[in-house]
């Protein structure tokens, strides 16, 4: 008889089960993906990222240091998605495949044993009812030969007794089995009532309860797989926040003068083209002009960038200057605690250090304006220089060395500075 779709059943429960496998083995790939995106990521942003550009004066190189930094800080939190996949995604769906593997095992077990019951019942059945079948047959047949042998005149009395003999143990032999052909009908309808109203309906109520049990946790984990990436949105829009402020922080005009600033020679705007006279060419005998040393005034460089060099150089003397102002201060302190409690030290013992501090900050004072007098000097020069532009273009000098008078009454040559245009 048909077992009202157990083998469907087993097949469809065994889908199931290959269809989470499935689905473990898209969530493993993806970790891998992820793991592999984050590990590109900060390849990507180590090879871009420089700590100097971090601190960088242009806003515009702190810009797209900001940029890497953030992408680097993004690459982490997919490596943290990954994790939570691997975690709460793909281990459990691991521990679901093995607990509907076993579970479906168990009701396939409890399912077949009912089938074969009901086929060990029916095998019975039938068992009993050819049994039936073949003793009436033989009852029906003795019963035959009784009368056949009644009705031949050349029967004996022996004959017919013994014919009777069998009849009646064929009859008794057929209502035995007929007897037990009834019971074991009653036994086999009351089990194929029970296997079909109750046994079986419980073995596909189990594999349904399982189904929809592997369905419900299939569902919750694909909601997790959700939650996961949804657990890393704050930071992840954190990072995005502080890229898009970079972004608006950036300051083209200040990031122009800055070069401006910079790079800007601070010469004199040069004056107009001189007339040359046609001639036969002269053979130049110049000599070539020499590499310019650097010069402890820094004159050697254009004007804007010495005044900036002199200015850094009195800022650093100045902090020097305080730094060893403050050790003084501090060891006449001690000398003179050193005085009122000689026990804590001997005041003489401090004489030498601040002796030598007290030079120090001499020859850093005397250093100092020096230096400040050159700036002062390429502050009046700029200014100087200034006031002419705004009076009109200053004539361009001559190509040639001129001379001035020391005061030893020597000439010095002067060597002719070329203009350079700012940025």
Same mark, same amino acid.
């Given at each position: 008889?048909?077992?009202?779709? #157990?083998?469907?059943?087993?097949?469809?429960?065994?889908?199931?089960?290959?269809?989470?496998?499935?689905?473990?083995?898209?969530?493993?790939?993806?970790?891998?993906?992820?793991?592999?995106?984050?590990?590109?990521?900060?390849?990507?942003?180590?090879?871009?990222?420089?700590?100097?550009?971090?601190?960088?004066? #242009?806003?515009?190189?702190?810009?797209?240091?900001?940029?890497?930094?953030?992408?680097?800080?993004?690459?982490?939190?997919?490596?943290?998605?990954?994790?939570?996949?691997?975690?709460?995604?793909?281990?459990?769906?691991?521990?679901?495949?093995?607990?509907?593997?076993? $579970?479906?095992?168990?009701?396939?077990?409890?399912?077949?044993?009912?089938?074969?019951?009901?086929?060990?019942?029916?095998?019975?059945?039938?068992?009993?009812?050819?049994?039936?079948?073949?003793?009436?047959?033989?009852?029906?047949?003795?019963?035959?030969?009784?009368?056949?042998?009644?009705?031949?005149?050349?029967?004996?009395?022996?004959?017919?007794?013994?014919?009777?003999?069998?009849?009646?143990?064929?009859?008794?032999?057929?209502?035995?089995?007929?007897?037990?052909?009834?019971?074991?009908?009653?036994?086999?309808?009351?089990?194929?009532?029970?296997?079909?109203?109750?046994?079986?309906?419980?073995?596909?109520?189990?594999?349904?309860?399982?189904?929809?049990?592997?369905?419900?946790?299939?569902?919750? !984990?694909?909601?997790?797989?959700?939650?996961?990436?949804?657990?890393?949105?704050?930071?992840?829009?954190?990072?995005?926040?502080?890229?898009?402020?970079?972004?608006?922080?950036?300051?083209?005009?200040?990031?122009?003068?800055?070069?401006?600033?910079?790079?800007?020679?601070?010469?004199?705007?040069?004056?107009?083209?001189?007339?040359?006279? #046609?001639?036969?060419?002269?053979?130049?005998?110049?000599?070539?002009?020499?590499?310019?040393?650097?010069?402890?005034?820094?004159?050697?460089?254009?004007? $804007?960038?010495?005044?900036?060099?002199?200015?850094?150089?009195?800022?650093?003397?100045?902090?020097?200057?305080?730094?060893?102002?403050?050790?003084?201060?501090?060891?006449?302190?001690?000398?003179?605690? #050193?005085?009122?409690?000689?026990?804590?030290?001997?005041?003489?013992?401090?004489?030498?250090?601040?002796?030598?501090?007290?030079?120090?900050?001499?020859?850093?004072?005397?250093?100092?304006?020096?230096?400040?007098?050159?700036?002062?000097?390429?502050?009046?020069? !700029?200014?100087?220089?200034?006031?002419?532009?705004?009076?009109?273009?200053?004539?361009?000098?001559?190509?040639?060395?001129?001379?001035?008078?020391?005061?030893?009454?020597?000439?010095?040559?002067?060597?002719?500075?070329?203009?350079?245009?700012?940025?």
């Amino acid at each position: 008889p048909p077992q009202d779709g #157990y083998e469907h059943a087993c097949a469809h429960t065994e889908h199931g089960n290959e269809f989470v496998k499935k689905a473990a083995s898209f969530v493993e790939k993806l970790i891998h993906v992820e793991q592999n995106y984050a590990k590109e990521l900060r390849k990507l942003c180590k090879q871009y990222k420089r700590k100097d550009e971090e601190t960088s004066k #242009y806003s515009s190189v702190r810009c797209f240091a900001k940029l890497v930094t953030e992408t680097n800080d993004l690459a982490g939190q997919r490596e943290l998605v990954a994790e939570y996949w691997q975690a709460e995604v793909l281990d459990q769906m691991k521990v679901v495949i093995k607990d509907i593997t076993a $579970e479906r095992k168990t009701h396939m077990i409890e399912g077949a044993k009912r089938i074969n019951e009901l086929k060990l019942t029916m095998d019975q059945l039938d068992k009993a009812k050819k049994h039936y079948e073949r003793a009436s047959e033989e009852a029906e047949n003795a019963q035959n030969a009784l009368e056949k042998a009644d009705n031949d005149p050349n029967s004996t009395k022996a004959k017919i007794d013994k014919l009777t003999q069998v009849l009646r143990a064929k009859e008794a032999a057929a209502e035995e089995s007929k007897n037990n052909y009834i019971l074991q009908l009653e036994n086999t309808n009351l089990k194929r009532r029970l296997h079909y109203n109750s046994e079986m309906p419980q073995v596909f109520q189990n594999m349904q309860d399982m189904n929809a049990k592997r369905m419900e946790r299939f569902s919750s !984990l694909v909601t997790q797989c959700a939650e996961c990436n949804r657990r890393v949105f704050p930071v992840v829009n954190t990072c995005l926040d502080n890229v898009v402020q970079a972004s608006a922080a950036v300051d083209p005009v200040k990031d122009n003068q800055l070069v401006i600033q910079e790079r800007k020679t601070g010469y004199p705007i040069p004056g107009d083209e001189e007339f040359q006279q #046609y001639g036969p060419k002269k053979i130049n005998r110049r000599k070539p002009k020499k590499k310019v040393e650097p010069r402890p005034d820094f004159s050697h460089l254009p004007p $804007e960038q010495r005044r900036k060099k002199l200015a850094t150089k009195v800022n650093d003397f100045d902090s020097q200057i305080s730094k060893a102002t403050a050790d003084r201060t501090a060891m006449e302190k001690m000398q003179n605690v #050193y005085k009122e409690n000689p026990k804590l030290g001997d005041p003489n013992s401090l004489g030498q250090s601040l002796e030598q501090t007290s030079q120090k900050i001499a020859a850093l004072t005397e250093e100092r304006d020096k230096f400040a007098a050159w700036l002062q000097e390429a502050h009046d020069s !700029l200014l100087k220089a200034s006031q002419g532009q705004q009076g009109g273009a200053s004539p361009r000098p001559s190509p040639k060395n001129k001379k001035k008078n020391d005061k030893n009454g020597k000439s010095e040559p002067v060597p002719a500075q070329k203009a350079q245009a700012a940025p």
